[in-house]
């Protein structure tokens, strides 16, 4: 996050960075922080991550790999259960698809 960023802001930019996909920011899934979500970088730095999942729909861009992916696609609710992922993006997920009418707040 930049100095000058909003949290809806942020993201917005880094999906367009990450993607090549405009959003516009539609609403908040939750956040998320989970204290057994530590990374270890190849640098040697530690975090242990959070994560502020907000609802949003592509509004324009093009789908394009960055420095920051290896691979972009759309996939169908019914693939994700195949796809290797951290149970913390897992749980976004889940509750991205349940339309939940509040935030989950955690």
Do not use: W
Not at 24 to 33: A, F, K, P, Q, R
């Amino acid at each position: 996050m930049e100095m000058s960023d909003s949290l809806p802001g942020c993201a917005v930019r880094e999906v367009k960075e990450e993607t090549g996909l405009d959003i516009e920011i539609t609403g908040l899934v939750g956040t998320y922080t989970d204290p057994r979500h530590v990374i270890a970088y190849s640098d040697g730095e530690v975090r242990r991550q959070f994560n502020v999942c907000f609802r949003a729909r592509a509004v324009g861009g093009t789908l394009a790999l960055s420095d920051e992916s290896t691979e972009l696609r759309f996939v169908a609710p019914s693939e994700l259960d195949s796809l290797p992922m951290h149970h913390t993006q897992r749980l976004r997920l889940q509750h991205a698809l349940e339309d939940r009418a509040g935030p989950y707040l955690g």
